[in-house]
Antibody
Framework: EVQMMESGGGLVQPGGSLRLSCAAS????????MSWVRQAPGKGLEWVSG????????YSADSVKGRFTISRDNSKNTLYLQMNRLRAEDTAVYYC??????????????WGQGTLVTVSS | QPVLTQSSSASASLGSSVKLTCTLS???????IAWHQQQPGKAPRYLMK???????NMGSGLPDRFSGSSSGADRYLTISNLQSEDEADYYC?????????FGGGTKLTVL
């Protein structure tokens, strides 16, 4: 059974940093691209960052480019999101998501349960 | 980059059928999309991947009340025999070479 468990969310001040983790199980982690998707309170889904199965290529939304970095440790079956220079508008539930294949070209086919990040003073 | 447009809300009666629409920007009318369901207070759930031809692949464990179809730039999700648990937000997703986008979502109310 595919499972993904996010952790690392919490309350942080504007300008601060946070690192999210997503521990994956139930599938061959290195064979699948992964992504982070967020959802601000009462709003829709917003794609944040993605990474292919090998880790060689990463992609990020313009809204987080230069501030957030996605990475993965295939030996630990874990996806990460390093978030720096956080802003109030980054407040959201952050979901870890698995793609249907190892490359960027494919749909998200599984979602984690999410972790809440609140940016406030 | 592609843009996905969805109606903000829809409603239908228990036991009836409803057809939700996701419209691709004209330059991207041939793109594949995916449909996702988000029940209140829960994480999203993948429903299906839908091609411009109308061919679709369902997620595992889903009832066959859900189906997909396409016409030009429009991608449809049809839910038949509506149940109370179908009341949810429905999002479409697509991607190109360096980005991924979601539609604004449709809130479905089951009357």
């Amino acid at each position: 059974e595919v499972q993904m468990m996010e952790s690392g969310g919490g309350l942080v001040q504007p300008g601060g940093s946070l690192r999210l983790s997503c521990a994956a199980s139930g599938f061959t982690f290195t064979s699948y691209a992964m992504s982070w998707v967020r959802q601000a309170p009462g709003k829709g889904l917003e794609w944040v960052s993605g990474i292919v199965g090998s880790g060689d290529n990463t992609y990020s939304a313009d809204s987080v480019k230069g501030r957030f970095t996605i990475s993965r440790d295939n030996s630990k079956n874990t996806l990460y999101l390093q978030m720096n220079r956080l802003r109030a508008e980054d407040t959201a539930v952050y979901y870890c998501a698995k793609f249907e294949g190892s490359v960027w070209d494919g749909a998200i086919d599984y979602w984690g349960q999410g972790t809440l990040v609140t940016v406030s003073s | 980059q592609p843009v996905l447009t969805q109606s903000s809300s829809a409603s239908a009666s228990l036991g009836s059928s409803v057809k939700l629409t996701c419209t691709l920007s004209s330059r991207h009318s041939s793109y594949i999309i995916a449909w996702h369901q988000q029940q209140p207070g829960k994480a999203p759930r993948y429903l299906m991947k839908l091609e411009g031809s109308g061919s679709y692949n369902m997620g595992s464990g889903l009832p066959d009340r859900f189906s997909g179809s396409s016409s030009g730039a429009d991608r449809y999700l049809t839910i038949s025999n509506l149940q109370s648990e179908d009341e949810a937000d429905y999002y479409c997703e697509t991607w190109d070479s360096h980005t991924r986008v979601f539609g604004g979502g449709t809130k479905l109310t089951v009357l």
